[in-house]
């Protein structure tokens, strides 16, 4: 049986002290040890919000990493910087990079490679816009996706990595895919690695993200193939999140 996770992903959000209290009202607020948890947070929080999850089961990700180890690459966070500043996690090719800041599947899956390279694991985003699934797209969107990441690192390198799907016609938008929607995708992707590798395509976590709140999660989580959340704004306000958290 797989384990769900549940993770928040801040983007750009916060100051140093409503960072600092978020990460404390989730901690006080774990409660039961239902599933994985761990939240995304801004780089220049992540030696505070490190120090405060540290011991803790509350896991530390970064919301990008770089697709090179090291060198003159101005504004770029190696994994092996994250790795030093305690995370475990890395979310990669979200859809906002993807759309906003030029990242390609190339470089998505550098992005992925470099993470695993340094004992990260990668959260890997991939999704279908509004115009894509409307000209039924979403599945070739979704390979294409995948397959760059699998060419580059191998269908084995899933077993340390977390898919994310997150249909970008929902993200922020207040629009959620219907349990039934996410399903659909969800079930596809397992069964695309399941093709190459069964055991791989079983045990790997995959996410669904995009407008989930506390009044639609149990629904999604309660899915065959959805292993938790990928949360952006109800990640903002620890009740909210835990709801989510406790919806698993
Ligand atoms: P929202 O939950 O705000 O729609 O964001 C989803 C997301 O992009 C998480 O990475």
């Not at 409660?31 to 490190?50: K, R, S």
């Amino acid at each position: 049986m797989r384990r769900s996770l549940v993770v928040g992903n801040w983007k750009m959000n916060g100051t140093r002290s409503s960072a600092e209290s978020l990460a404390k009202g989730i901690l006080s607020g774990l409660g039961e040890d239902v599933a994985d948890i761990a939240i995304c947070v801004p780089y220049v929080f992540l030696n505070e919000i490190g120090q405060i999850v540290q011991n803790t089961r509350l896991g530390l990700g970064a919301q990008n990493v770089a697709d090179k180890p090291s060198g003159a690459y101005t504004g770029e966070i190696s994994a092996g910087m994250l790795k030093e500043f305690g995370c475990k996690y890395a979310l990669v090719g979200h859809s906002e990079r993807r759309t906003y800041y030029g990242d390609t599947d190339e470089s998505v899956a550098a992005r992925y490679s470099q993470a695993q390279e340094q004992g990260i694991i990668p959260v890997l985003c991939i999704g279908e816009t509004l115009e894509e699934r409307e000209k039924d797209k979403t599945f070739e969107v979704i390979t294409t996706q995948l397959d760059a990441v699998l060419t580059k690192a191998g269908v084995n390198s899933l077993d340390n990595a977390v898919i994310a799907y997150e249909p970008v016609w929902a993200i922020g938008t207040g629009r959620t895919a219907t349990d039934e929607q996410a399903q659909e995708v969800h079930q596809f992707i397992r069964q695309y690695i399941a093709d190459k590798d069964k055991a791989v395509a079983e045990k790997i976590q995959i996410l669904y993200g995009g407008s989930a709140k506390p009044d639609n999660a149990k629904g999604l989580f309660a899915m065959p193939d959805i292993d938790g959340g990928l949360i952006g704004g109800a990640s903002l306000d620890a009740e909210s999140f835990l709801k989510i958290y406790h919806s698993v």
